[in-house]
Structures are given as C-alpha cells and as structure tokens.
C-alpha cells in the first residue's frame, strides 16, 4: 500500500511539473510572439472572440501533444528524471514556437495577426493557424521519438522536419485550384479547410517518414527520403482514383468567382480529398508488412 | 502532360535510389550462368553445391541459388547469388548437385552439374576405398574430413566404386550424371533425404490455408493485470 500512495504522489508531482512546463511556455511564447503579449497575460475571455480563442487554444492543444511525448525514467533517481524532462521539455518547447512562428512566417506572411484575429475576427485565419499549431506539434513530437533522447539529433530532424513542411506547403497552390491568400483575406473557412486536409495529410506522411529507427544517419536519411519520394507516387494516384470513382466535379471557377458557399462545399471537397488520399498512402507506405514474402533483403 | 513527366520523374528517381541502396542488390551477386563460376570462385580444391533454389517477386520474380562452396582446407561457405530465369529453371532438377568444380592439381574446372564430391573421390589425399558387407568397395574420408559427407550432403550415402567410375566417365564426356540409382538431383533418394528441410519456405506452397484463417475466430482469453 504505501508503494501505491508513493507511486501516485509522484504522479501527481510530475503532474504539477509539467504544469510548471506550461507556465514557461506562456512565457516563452510571448518573447516569440510579442504582438500576442496582452492576450497571454490579460484574463481570456472566450465568449467574445472565437477566432482568438480558437488561435490562443491551438497553442495550447500544440503543446499538449508535445508533452505527451515526454516520459519519466525513475531507475536513476527522481532528480534525474526530473532534469531529464525540464531539459528536453525547454528544448522541445523552444522548438515548437520557433517552428510556429518559421511557418506563420511563410504562410501567413501578409496577414497580420493583429488585424486578422482581433479587428477582423478572422475564423479561416484562425483555422490555419490551429493547423499550422496542431501539424507541428505532430512533426515535433514525432522527432522526439525518433532522436531518443538526444538534443542534437532533435535539432537536426526538427530542421528536416521544417524543410518537408516547408516544401509541401510549397507544393500546396500546385495540388489546390482554390487562391488561397485571396480566400483568406475574405475570411473564406473553405480555403482554411482545404489547406487544413493538405497539412494534416502531409503532416502524416512526414510522420510516416521521419518514424523510422535512427541508428545511422547516412542509412536514416536515404530511407526517410525513399519513403517520402514513395508518398510523392502514391499520393496523387489515390488522389486520382478517388476524383474517377466518386465523379467530383473538380471544375472550381473556370467561368466566375463562385459564391462564398461555393467556395466552402470545393472548400470542404479539397480538404478531405487531400486528407483521405495522405491516409490511404500511410496504408501503402508503411503498412505493408513484406514479411518472407522476399527472403532475401 | 507535364504532371506525367513528372511523375515519371518521381518514380524513376525512386527506382534508381532503391537500386542504389537496396541491400538485396548490394549483398547479392549476380551470376548469369555457368560460365561466370570460373571467375567468380576462387580456390582449389572446390566444389560449388547448389543447396537450393528460390525466386521472389509478384509480377517481377528474382530467380535466388543458395550455393555452398566445399573447399578442401576451409570450413564449407553458404553463399546465395541472384541468376537469371534460363539458368534458374536449368537447375530445376539439380538440387544437392555440385553445379561447379576444381581440382587442385591441374587446376581445371568444370561446370557440368555432377553429384557433388567428384573431385575428392578417389583422391588418396582425402580418403580410401573400404569393403563395404554388399561386397562393393566404397569411399571412405580420413578423420581429418570426417564432416565431408556431411558438407557434401552425402548423408549416410557413401559412393562405390561403379558409382565413381561412372561419374568420371560422365564428367570426361561433359554429361550430368545423377548417380547409379538417381541418388542425387532434385528427385534423388539420398538428395531427398538430406535436403527436406530447406532454408526459404515456398509461399503458396507451403502455407496451410485452414490454419491461416483461425486467426478470423480466434478468441482472446481475459488475465488479471495489477495496479498501474
């Protein structure tokens, strides 16, 4: 019994711990985001703003999924497995809101956050910027896995990680006929939703890709980079083969701009199209267990 | 159309990075056929055993020999060497036969598939012929090749004297011979015997297919767990 009360009043010191972690990144967050100074430290008033709490709230989320990462090893000691996690959780937050500031930067680099989320109350930027939030906590959390413990391989697999995330939103106005900057300043929740599915679904892949054992990193690099140029095939047949079996009307605007409804049902179509065919390629990419079926590898 | 150069692209690069890096391609040598043996093995005496036989592959198959080197001073090597199709289904009935061979003395080879162990038999060097109860004599290593038989995949089979002497004259006409009494070869009584329990399982073979789909209606059975 007395192992049992000692067992969950450690749980409930690491409880307070990562609490403490989160009042950091309340700091921490500020010094990378001055503009979001007041509304971090002024109490939140959620009923008033919607899409700032939805912006403010996928931080939160953000590291939540983070720290979901981290683990507790007590087989050398409490203080030791408390450095363990203040250190890497530093590190890890560091990251995470650089990378949240890297992508908004190249995102969202005409739109200012000010006249976005607290003048114009802006729902589709705010959806971009949860995804944006939600995508790199996943890739962050993913190479935190990956490198085991080590700072230096969390380092360099988040810089990877960023350069996929970087190219695949590059990528993005070559898979998507909706004009994504366009849309976003009218505060079309379409465009937030396509560009939602086709982060998250490529967030995925990167994920599928990055998860793999780390022992040599000449080997690590060439089957992370196999792995995604085989996402970058199987990708668009899904993509393809879904448009040809369910007959979508694909034509968005060849005569006129459509409605603001319009755009938010071709909205909805792209987002889940891209999200669905990055899930069906996961299936292809790493879910197929070869097995004996080749014995000689 | 420039999509589909694109993707064409894509899969092409893909191609040539898995080639570059696959460890199939790169731990497995290719022989086409027999002519290549000569070169590729080196060392006298040698005999090469193919030890078995496999392919992989769906709609493309990779056609596999497991090949095992009996030199005279070493301990026997495995290898396995990816071949062409023509060579593969050439070796079909070949199996426990020694595909290649080299004396030590004058260093000649050859590639006839003969049952394995030709160049050691008869040599005073590595054994001699004992009087066996049927009255014939056979060939018997010193107990310094004691495992011999077993490298050779001979079992408990020891070669007579007819034996022998029809392999030579076989071997000197450049003929496969698969012993007196079909010993060796795929469907050989001794090669039988020794080799049924191969390496790679056969897929679509060897797979029970009623056992496979117990797993559909298996049960799982609930087990006490402790406190977190």
């Known amino acids: ?297 | 159309m420039n999509r589909l150069s694109l993707f064409t692209l894509l899969v092409l690069v893909y191609l040539g990075l898995s080639k570059s890096f696959s460890p199939s391609e790169r731990s497995t040598p290719y022989l086409v056929n027999e002519q290549v043996f000569s070169s590729f093995f080196q060392g006298a005496p040698l005999s090469v055993i193919l030890t078995d036989r496999l392919q992989t592959g769906f709609l493309i198959k990779t056609y596999f020999l497991e090949l095992r080197l009996v030199q005279g001073f070493k301990l026997p090597e495995t290898i396995l060497v990816r071949t062409s199709k023509g060579f593969w289904e050439k070796n079909k009935t070949n199996l426990g036969m020694s595909l290649f061979r080299r004396d030590e003395k004058d260093g000649s080879s050859s590639v006839v598939a003969q049952p394995p162990g030709a160049i050691f038999l008869g040599d005073p060097s590595y054994g001699n012929w004992e009087l066996a109860p049927s009255g014939e004599r056979e060939w018997h290593f010193y107990n310094a090749y004691k495992y011999f038989p077993d490298y050779l995949g001979w079992g408990d089979y020891r070669p007579t004297e007819t034996f022998t002497r029809e392999l030579k004259l076989h071997l000197t006409n450049a003929e496969t011979y698969y012993g007196d009494q079909n010993q060796f070869g795929t469907t050989g009584s001794v090669t039988s015997k020794v080799f049924k329990n191969r390496e790679y399982k056969m897929i679509d073979t060897d797979v029970d297919f009623k056992s496979h789909m117990k797993k559909f209606f298996k049960l799982k059975t609930s087990s006490s767990e402790g406190a977190p």
């Open chain 1, 1 to 297: 019994m007395n192992e049992l009360f000692d067992k969950l009043i450690l749980r409930i010191i690491f409880t307070i711990v990562v609490c403490g972690m989160l009042f950091f990144y309340k700091y921490a967050h500020m010094m990378i985001h001055p503009s979001s100074r007041k509304q971090i430290f002024r109490e939140f008033h959620p009923t008033k703003n919607p899409a700032d709490t939805l912006h403010f709230f996928a931080r939160l989320i953000g590291i939540g999924i983070l720290f979901s990462e981290f683990r507790f090893d007590l087989s050398d000691g409490f203080f030791l497995a408390l450095l363990d996690f203040t250190l890497q959780g530093f590190f890890a937050a560091g990251l995470y809101l650089l990378s949240v500031y890297t992508l908004e930067s190249i995102v969202l680099y005409n739109f200012e956050y000010k006249d976005e989320i607290v003048k114009k109350r802006n729902m589709a930027y705010a959806l971009v910027g949860f995804t944006n939030s939600v995508a790199l906590a996943t890739v962050l959390k993913t190479c935190l896995s990956t490198g085991d413990e080590s700072l230096v391989m969390l380092f360099f697999l988040w810089l990877f990680a960023m350069v996929l995330l970087g190219f695949a939103y590059k990528a993005y106005s070559v898979f998507s006929k909706m004009p994504f900057t366009r849309l976003l300043m009218q505060q079309n929740i379409g465009a937030a939703l396509s560009y939602s599915g086709y982060i998250l679904g490529w967030t995925m892949l990167i994920n599928g890709a990055i998860e793999q054992s780390l022992t040599d990193i000449k080997w690590y690099s060439v089957q992370v980079l196999l792995r995604l140029l085989l996402s970058l095939i199987i990708f668009p047949i899904f993509r393809k083969g879904i448009m040809i079996i369910f007959r979508v009307d694909k034509n968005y605007g060849v005569d006129k701009e459509p409605s603001p409804e319009g755009s938010l049902g071709y909205g909805i179509y792209e987002g889940s199209l891209f999200f669905t065919s990055a899930y069906l390629t996961t299936v292809i990419t790493e879910h197929i267990h070869f097995g004996t079926f080749y014995p000689v590898s």
